[in-house]
């Protein structure tokens, strides 16, 4: 499944939910059951800088390469949900689809409008630190 395949997906699952709100609150539980990182990985080095609260976000490749794993933790439950259904959309995807591919799916699920500007801007700084790990990966 291509990156735009799976993020249509995504938009077309939560858009069963009519209610912008429990829309969202079902983001953020499923944001709660992603896995945990481990001890090892919360550490500055892993930190996204610009976010108000902690957010950790780890990258990796998988398939020779071929495509992008992510998995990030946050200690505030609304943003681990938003940024666990970013790592979700871009994991399994090619570096180069990480990289050109924007989330369209905060906008079209009205994610936007649930979240204060600030922590929208935090999570852009998720989707940079995304698409500098993919650019990374690309070079390897």
Same mark, same amino acid.
């Given at each position: 499944? +291509?990156?735009? @395949?799976?993020? &249509?997906?995504?938009?077309?699952?939560? $858009?069963?939910?009519? !209610?912008? %709100?429990?829309?969202?609150?079902?983001? /953020?539980?499923?944001? &709660? &059951?992603?896995?945990?990182?481990?001890?090892?990985?919360?550490?500055?080095?892993?930190? /996204?800088?610009?976010? +108000? $609260?902690?957010? *950790? #976000? +780890?990258? *990796?490749?998988?398939?020779?390469?071929?495509?992008?794993?992510?998995?990030?933790?946050? !200690?505030?439950? $609304?943003?681990?949900?938003?940024?666990?259904?970013?790592?979700?959309?871009? $994991?399994?995807?090619?570096?180069?689809? %990480?990289?050109?591919?924007?989330? @369209?799916? =905060?906008?079209? #699920?009205?994610?936007?409008?649930? =979240? +204060?500007?600030?922590?929208?801007?935090?999570?852009?700084? /998720?989707?940079?630190?995304?698409?500098?790990?993919? @650019?990374?990966?690309?070079?390897?």
């Amino acid at each position: 499944m +291509t990156l735009a @395949e799976k993020q &249509r997906e995504l938009i077309e699952d939560f $858009s069963i939910i009519e !209610d912008p %709100v429990e829309r969202f609150s079902a983001i /953020v539980d499923r944001g &709660r &059951r992603a896995p945990a990182l481990p001890d090892e990985a919360r550490t500055d080095a892993h930190l /996204v800088p610009g976010c +108000t $609260s902690r957010v *950790w #976000l +780890t990258g *990796w490749a998988e398939n020779g390469g071929d495509s992008c794993q992510f998995r990030v933790e946050a !200690d505030a439950p $609304s943003v681990q949900g938003v940024a666990a259904l970013l790592c979700e959309l871009y $994991s399994g995807a090619t570096p180069a689809e %990480v990289i050109a591919i924007e989330p @369209e799916c =905060l906008t079209a #699920l009205g994610i936007h409008r649930q =979240l +204060t500007l600030t922590r929208m801007r935090g999570l852009s700084q /998720v989707r940079r630190r995304i698409r500098e790990i993919a @650019e990374s990966l690309a070079n390897d």
